[in-house]
Nanobody
Framework: QFVESGGDLVQPGGSLRLSCIVS????????IGWFRQAPGKEREGVSC????????YYADSVKGRFTISRDNAKSTVYLQMNSLKVEDTAVYYC?????????????????????WGQGTQVTVSS
């Protein structure tokens, strides 16, 4: 189960920190990721992080602005979003996948479990 929070209405250039509490999985072992879906568009991988090799993937559109992290003890995944743009507006979801899956494959090929939370709405607008 995933419970996302932290979304809000923010002006361009602003920052937000999203949180996702994960239950039912031992977070230490899993590859984790943040995905987003804007109206009329497919869900896309934003950032993913692999615990097995320590590698992290960022979509080109967010590279240098977003940072993914995890607190395994709290079973929580975070997404720090800085320098937000209007095109970042979407519902954001977190997900996990098996540790054999690389961070890049998780995000690009959208390899996740079938479980999704309700998401958290991020709106960037002036």
């Amino acid at each position: 189960q995933f419970v996302e929070s932290g979304g809000d209405l923010v002006q361009p250039g602003g920052s937000l920190r999203l949180s996702c509490i994960v239950s039912g999985f031992t977070l230490d072992y899993y590859t984790i990721g943040w995905f987003r879906q804007a109206p009329g568009k497919e869900r896309e991988g934003v950032s993913c992080d692999s615990s097995s090799d320590g590698l992290t993937y960022y979509a080109d559109s967010v590279k240098g602005r977003f940072t993914i992290s995890r607190d395994n003890a709290k079973s929580t995944v975070y997404l720090q979003m800085n320098s937000l743009k209007v095109e970042d507006t979407a519902v954001y979801y977190c997900a996990v996948t098996l540790p054999i899956t690389t961070a890049q494959d998780m995000c690009v090929k959208k390899i996740t479990t079938d479980s999704w939370g309700q998401g958290t709405q991020v709106t960037v607008s002036s």
